[in-house]
């Protein structure tokens, strides 16, 4: 390889690890073509790189881009009151049409990312809800870095959740975070300390009585 392409490719595999550090947050794209691309996010897959542009995604070789430029940094906002933490029409729309309470929604969105919308975890975990690639392929989900398609599409997948643990929030809890895969292989919640703090974490955030219009979760 050119030591000109290495040393683009180097920039571009630092900005990567900057992007999964805490607070990271990258909005333009140089391109060798000497285009300035405005970016929800952008996600490494071998020698390409998917950058998130509005509403769409354009997949474009590593060597062509240059390096990434943050415009701030995120900085975390506490969970309270679902009717005032961020995105909260948002969160209201989705669990209106689930059937959810506001609060499970927005407490599961505080314990994945915090309300970073632009979050990606080391696991490649998209958005303010950490989607997985295979779930928001699942859900149809075009940009995970947009809020609405984001937590639309984690709204969904923990109703769907919820139905096939028969309203069991803790077992719906788990399979979120480690996978059905797993929750059936342990026979119920896997023995993993992430796990059960995500759990606790969870539930912590949320205060009974739950919504009249919320099915019945079994704690």
């Known amino acids: 390889m050119k030591p000109f392409r290495q040393a683009a490719l180097a920039v571009v595999v630092s900005a990567l690890a900057a992007l999964c550090a805490p607070g990271a947050r990258a909005d333009y794209a140089v ?13 490494r897959q071998g020698s390409k790189i998917l950058l998130y542009v509005g509403t769409g995604s354009m997949l474009v070789s590593a060597d ?45 969105i505080s314990a994945e990312s915090n309300f970073n919308s632009r979050a990606v975890s080391p696991k490649h975990a998209m958005g303010l809800m950490q989607l997985m690639p295979r779930t928001a392929a699942d859900f149809a989900v075009r940009n995970p870095f947009d809020p609405v398609q984001n937590i639309d599409a984690g709204a969904r997948y923990l109703k769907l959740l919820l139905d ?15 996978g059905p895969g797993v929750v059936a292989q342990y026979g119920g919640v896997p023995p993993f300390r992430e796990t059960h703090d995500y759990i606790r974490r969870v539930k912590k955030k949320l205060t009974p009585p739950q919504s009249p219009s919320t099915a019945p979760l079994r704690q």
């Open 64 to 108: 062509d881009v240059i390096r990434f430029e943050p415009e701030d940094t995120f900085t975390a906002v506490p969970a309270s009151d679902a009717t005032t933490v961020p995105f909260a029409a948002q969160i209201h729309t989705a669990a209106a049409q689930n059937g959810l309470d506001e609060k499970l929604v927005s407490s599961v």
């Open 31 to 43: 391109l060798r073509s000497g285009q300035r691309l405005h970016i929800n996010g952008y996600l």
């Open 164 to 178: 096939q643990y028969h309203g069991n929030l803790t077992l719906a809890l788990a399979a979120y975070n480690a």
